[in-house]
């Protein structure tokens, strides 16, 4: 049902273009110049999550306007991270970025890091 965590679909956005996307990683690229910007929705997968909505990014080309919806802050105020990073070099500054920002919440520890484990 559920086989491929991870799927990419590539767009060439027209400003009379809107598109409404599920999902938890999108990146918005300057195609001339390879900066752009990530957007990252610290979430289970849109259909583990228990509050749903139908889409988690939106570009409207006309105004010009992005969005990352559905932080899913319930009641308690507790809710899914939203992050935007930047980046430069297109797909290897994406790559860089993200591994970045893992290493920035999540410090590398050698006593608990780093160990190979295998599931047979």
């Known amino acids: 049902m ?4 991870v ?3 590539e767009w060439l956005l027209h400003p009379a273009e809107n598109l409404r996307l599920p999902g938890n990683l999108f990146t918005l690229e300057d195609s001339l110049t ?3 910007l990530i957007f990252l ?8 999550r228990p509050e749903k909505s139908d889409h988690d990014f939106e570009y409207q080309g006309v105004p010009h306007r992005v969005a990352l919806r ?4 319930g009641p308690s105020g507790s809710g ?3 992050t ?9 500054g994406v790559t860089s970025a993200l591994q970045e920002y893992q290493r ?3 410090p590398y520890v050698p006593s608990r890091d780093g160990i190979f484990v295998s599931n047979t």
């Open 2 to 5: 559920h086989n491929e965590l």
């Open 7 to 9: 799927s990419e679909r």
């Open 34 to 36: 390879g900066n752009g």
């Open 41 to 48: 929705k610290e979430a289970p997968l849109p259909h583990a």
């Open 70 to 73: 559905g932080s899913s802050i």
């Open 80 to 82: 899914y991270r939203l």
């Open 84 to 92: 935007t990073l930047t980046y430069s070099g297109r797909r290897t």
């Open 104 to 106: 920035q919440i999540r």
